[in-house]
Nanobody, 123 residues
Framework: QVQLVESGGGLVQPGGSLRLSCAAS???????MGWFRQAPGKEREFVAA????????YYADSVKGRFTISRDNAKNTLYLQMSALKPEDTAVYYC?????????????????WGQGTQVTVSS
C-alpha cells in the first residue's frame, strides 16, 4: 500500500512563499502525481499535476504563474513551490498518486492520497 506524507505547510503572509513536499513510501517514478486543495466549506479542487517523466505539467488557472510542481523520482518525493501567495490559497493541500503515467487534472484518476497539510495565508 502506497503511503503519501505531505509536509511544509504553515502560516505565511500574503505575497510570501512556501514549498510543500510529499514523500511516497512506494516507487512513484512510473506514475503521475498531483496536488489538490480543499478550503473550508468548499469542495476539493485540482491545483497541479505532473507526468511520470515531468515532461508534462498542468496547473489550475488560479495558480498558474505562481506555483510550480516538480518531482524527484530518485527520492520518491513530489514538490509544490508556491509563491505570491494570496489569502484565497488558504486550504488543506493534498498530494496524490495517479493511476497512470500521464498527467491528469481529474481527481478520479488519482488512486492514493495523503492526509494533507494546512496552508494558511494571512497577515
Amino acid at each position: 500500500q502506497v503511503q503519501l506524507v505531505e509536509s511544509g505547510g504553515g502560516l505565511v503572509q500574503p505575497g510570501g512563499s512556501l514549498r510543500l513536499s510529499c514523500a511516497a513510501s512506494g516507487d512513484m517514478k512510473m506514475y503521475s502525481m498531483g496536488w489538490f486543495r480543499q478550503a473550508p466549506g468548499k469542495e476539493r479542487e485540482f491545483v497541479a499535476a505532473v507526468s511520470w517523466s515531468a515532461v508534462t505539467t498542468y496547473y489550475a488557472d488560479s495558480v498558474k504563474g505562481r506555483f510550480t510542481i516538480s518531482r524527484d523520482n530518485a527520492k520518491n518525493t513530489l514538490y509544490l513551490q508556491m509563491s505570491a501567495l494570496k489569502p484565497e490559497d488558504t486550504a488543506v493541500y493534498y498530494c496524490a498518486q495517479g493511476r497512470w503515467a500521464l498527467a491528469s487534472m481529474n481527481a478520479t484518476e488519482f488512486v492514493h492520497w495523503g492526509q494533507g497539510t494546512q496552508v494558511t495565508v494571512s497577515s
